[in-house]
């Protein structure tokens, strides 16, 4: 389970930096078997560097819109199953002087590339997750919404759902985010299961009452009444399916189920009256919680930070304080590149 805290942040990180070190300068053998072994971990890796390639594109393609007589050659990083390789997009007798000339460096293009990649991604959002949803709630707000059979769902901040009822079953998927759910029982429903599904796997109610904290590559279930059973999807592991029982939680992703847990159901909750509460929590955790409640991303860029561990009650009504108090406490550094991208290292 070494990739259960990866978080989509981190990897457009990554994504960029790898983008901007082909751009800068040849990459070493091991290097391109390195970036390889990064892209084969899982698909959102690919997709990531994919983006990045193209915030490229667009930025190469503003560069050239305000320099329209100047020579260029863009060329644009393009990943094979094998083989990394450059390939032009077009091509004149000079190189581009943004591209000849390195002043910046690698860190800066990195930066900038993430820069363009997180502004799109804010500006336009995902219309893919948008057109599946049903129910969706924006950055900072929480939304509760009852199902036709009774059921009721509270979304959490920049979080999404899916809802399919058959004569069969009732069918939610949390397409992104945290959820409260809340329901009607079986016998209630004319004997139709409840189940909400994640990426890597789906929850069944045998009771009445659960949270769901879903992430790009992990989510966390936590029972406030009753039981539900846990399961993972596509996993070959033995350790595949949990039952967790009131007051308690556990974490997956697609390789396992992690240990059951006590919790404290005020702190699940705390989410619902515009508070966060943590108890040595890892930064990284902290981080991805408190990017549903502003716009823009806040990055990790030292992992040593990442897992310093967090305690205490945050107000979301203004993040931005919190994360400073946060970063003055851990001694780890905050900086706002842009409205859109907050740096922690």
């Known amino acids: 389970m070494s990739q259960i805290y990866e978080t989509q942040e981190n990897i457009d990180l990554i994504a960029a930096q790898w983008v901007a070190r082909m751009i800068d300068g040849d990459l070493s053998a091991e290097e391109h078997d390195a970036l390889n ?4 971990q899982n698909p959102i890796h690919q997709k990531a560097f994919g983006e990045a390639n193209e915030a490229l594109a667009l930025m190469d393609a503003s560069v050239l819109s305000q320099t329209p007589n100047t020579p260029h050659a863009i060329k644009q990083v393009s990943p094979t199953p094998n083989i990394l390789s450059f390939e032009k997009r077009a091509s004149q007798t000079k190189p581009h002087p943004r591209l000849r000339k390195r002043t910046w460096g690698y860190a800066a293009l990195a930066a900038s590339l993430l820069i363009a ?3 799109t991604k804010v500006i336009v959002g995902d219309p893919t997750l948008l057109l599946a949803a049903d129910y969706h709630t ?3 707000e929480v939304r509760a919404i009852t199902l036709e059979d009774g059921s009721t769902v509270t979304l959490g901040p920049d979080s999404a759902i899916a809802v399919t ?3 069969e079953r009732r069918h939610i998927e949390l ?5 409260d759910f809340q329901a009607v ?15 890597n796997g789906v929850t069944r109610a045998l009771g009445t009452r659960f949270v769901i904290d879903s992430f790009t590559d992990y989510a966390t279930v936590a029972v406030l009444e009753h039981q539900v059973e846990v399961s993972l999807s596509h996993s070959t592991s033995k350790n595949r399916t949990a039952v967790v029982s009131t007051n308690q939680a556990v974490h997956y992703d697609r390789h396992a189920i992690g240990k059951i847990s006590s919790i404290n159901p005020d702190r699940i909750l705390s989410w619902q009256k515009g508070k966060l509460i943590f108890d040595r929590v890892t930064l990284r955790e902290v981080v991805a919680e408190f990017s549903r409640y502003q716009r823009g991303t806040i990055i990790i860029a030292n992992e040593a930070a990442a897992r310093k561990r967090v ?7 203004d993040p931005q304080t919190g994360l400073e108090l946060i970063a003055t406490e851990l001694d780890v550094h905050n900086v706002s590149i842009t ?4 740096v922690l290292y």
């Open 117 to 119: 990649l997180i502004s």
């Open 37 to 40: 072994v990064w892209l084969d």
């Open 138 to 140: 924006s950055v900072g």
């Open 311 to 317: 305690s205490g009650v945050f107000d979301m009504g």
């Open 339 to 342: 409205p859109l991208l907050t």
């Open 165 to 167: 009822f058959t004569a």
């Open 185 to 199: 029982s079986k016998e209630q429903a004319n004997n139709r299961p409840f189940e909400v599904s994640t990426a």
């Open 175 to 179: 397409l992104s985010g945290l959820a």
